[in-house]
């Protein structure tokens, strides 16, 4: 495997259930991140980890956990979601303090809440 | 202060046109600015990418012309493609530290044949 994966691709899971979503870097970075994109609005910054502590956290309702075991893997975790949560979540990584802020995204888990 | 004004929403160009996607960004503070596009199916991937103390990037058929003073920054695709057909974004953030995106809301490009 190469790059940012993440697992499931394809997510449907009712308002009551628990899933989580995983991502993998394998680059060697040490700062990973999790967005939210929606239809017709920006990508939403969600969580920031650096080195496994997390380092930002944009005011996400706490039926989504993330989870930072090691600087290759990030999970977040998700409880009780509403409709509205529906949308491509995607991970990212990047090299931090390096001078090169590239972000390399993963393909994304596609969530659909019923 | 944090917002990425993104225009247009989407784009209709000819094969060989060129296709022209503006962004302006509010907080002086930001100087990185990456293109990122994105496929149906895929994750965004950074197409071109520039930093304020130089007013225009290139790479092969992608341009970033940017004027600070402006605080603007647009993307031109020479000898547009089918194949360009996709989503593109740009973003804004400081090139230190954590590297946080503020995104635009995106442009729907198609490249007819």
């Known amino acids: 495997e190469t790059g940012v994966t993440q697992t499931p691709r394809h997510l449907v899971m009712g308002m009551t259930n628990k899933k989580s979503l995983k991502c993998e870097q394998h680059?060697?970075?040490?700062?990973m991140y999790w967005y939210k994109q929606s239809a017709k609005k920006p990508l939403e910054l969600m969580f920031v980890y650096n080195f496994k502590e997390q380092t930002e956290n944009n005011s996400v309702p706490s039926r989504f956990s993330p989870e930072c075991p090691n600087s290759s893997h990030l999970f977040l975790h998700l409880h009780t979601l509403q409709p509205e949560d529906s949308a491509l979540y995607l991970c990212?990584?990047?090299?931090?303090?390096?001078?090169?802020?590239?972000?390399?995204f993963g393909p994304g888990t596609r969530l659909l809440v019923l | 202060q944090q917002q990425v004004k993104q225009s247009p929403q989407s784009l209709i160009v000819q094969k060989g046109g060129i296709s022209i996607i503006n962004c302006a960004y509010e907080n002086t503070a930001f100087d990185y600015f990456p293109w990122y596009q994105q496929f149906p199916g895929k994750g965004p991937a950074l197409l071109i990418a520039i930093r304020p103390d130089v007013s225009e990037k290139k790479e092969g058929r992608f341009t970033i012309s940017f004027n600070k003073s402006a605080k603007q920054f647009s993307l031109h695709i020479m000898d547009s493609q089918p194949g360009d057909s996709a989503t593109y974004f740009c973003?804004?953030?400081?090139?230190?530290?954590?590297?946080?995106?503020?995104f635009g809301t995106g442009t729907r490009l198609k490249v007819l044949a």
């Open positions: 990212a990584s990047s090299q931090e303090w390096t001078g090169d802020p590239t972000q390399y």
């Open positions: 973003a804004a953030s400081r090139a230190s530290g954590t590297y946080k995106y503020i």
């Open positions: 680059l060697g970075h040490n700062a």
